[in-house]
């Protein structure tokens, strides 16, 4: 199999390994711009727009990511406009990560979309895949959640800090826990 048949394969959802050598150059490139990132003054708010916009799929109009910064790829996350995201948020982006416009991101949130095979021998062979995330407009994701592979969270839904979300959350509720679990309508 050909390194980009294993691109290939990731971007498409299916098994793949991460150590082939293209992927290891894409992980490269984003970890050198998370650097950037993570080291550039804060109030040097257009060198960080700049860096943001080179690293991240899209990033719309008045968003702010306050490093530190991690990604895995970085192309496979866009964030809509005027979403702001706290400290330490963490995308790993092996599927697309995709967060609308307005969305509140507190501190230390993890969006995942990496896993692994339950069975022994693929996981020793190094076989992931990915699920996409998808936060919806005016989302509010409170300080340490943790949102799991294939998940979408509906507009206008807010997610209580420390929460674990491992299946999709509709639109307007608010939701909490380990797992979350929607505790009212909005």
């Known amino acids: 199999?050909?390194?980009?048949?294993?691109?290939?394969?990731?971007?498409?959802?299916?098994?793949?390994?991460?150590?082939?050598p293209q992927l290891q150059v894409e992980l490269a490139r984003a970890q050198r711009l998370a650097h950037q990132i993570n080291t550039t003054d804060p109030s040097d708010s257009a060198r960080l727009r700049e860096l943001y916009g080179e690293l991240l799929g899209a990033i719309g109009e008045d968003s702010e990511i306050r490093p530190p910064f991690r990604c895995d790829y970085g192309y496979q996350t866009s964030i809509g406009a005027r979403t702001f995201a706290n400290f330490g948020l963490v995308c790993l982006d092996v599927a697309a990560v995709r967060?609308?416009?307005?969305?509140?991101i507190g501190p230390y949130v993890q969006l995942l979309t990496a896993t692994h095979p339950l069975e022994p021998g693929p996981r020793r062979e190094k076989w992931e895949s990915a699920q996409p995330i998808t936060i919806g407009d005016n989302v509010w994701l409170g300080g340490g959640v943790i949102v799991g592979p294939g998940v979408s969270i509906g507009a206008n839904t807010v997610v209580g800090a420390g929460s674990?979300?491992?299946k999709d959350l509709p639109p307007d509720v608010v939701a909490v826990g380990s797992p979350a679990r929607v505790v009212r309508a909005l």
């Open 164 to 166: 674990v979300v491992l």
């Open 99 to 104: 967060i609308g416009d307005d969305v509140q």
């Open 1 to 20: 199999m050909t390194d980009s048949d294993m691109r290939t394969r990731m971007l498409a959802g299916e098994p793949y390994q991460a150590d082939d």
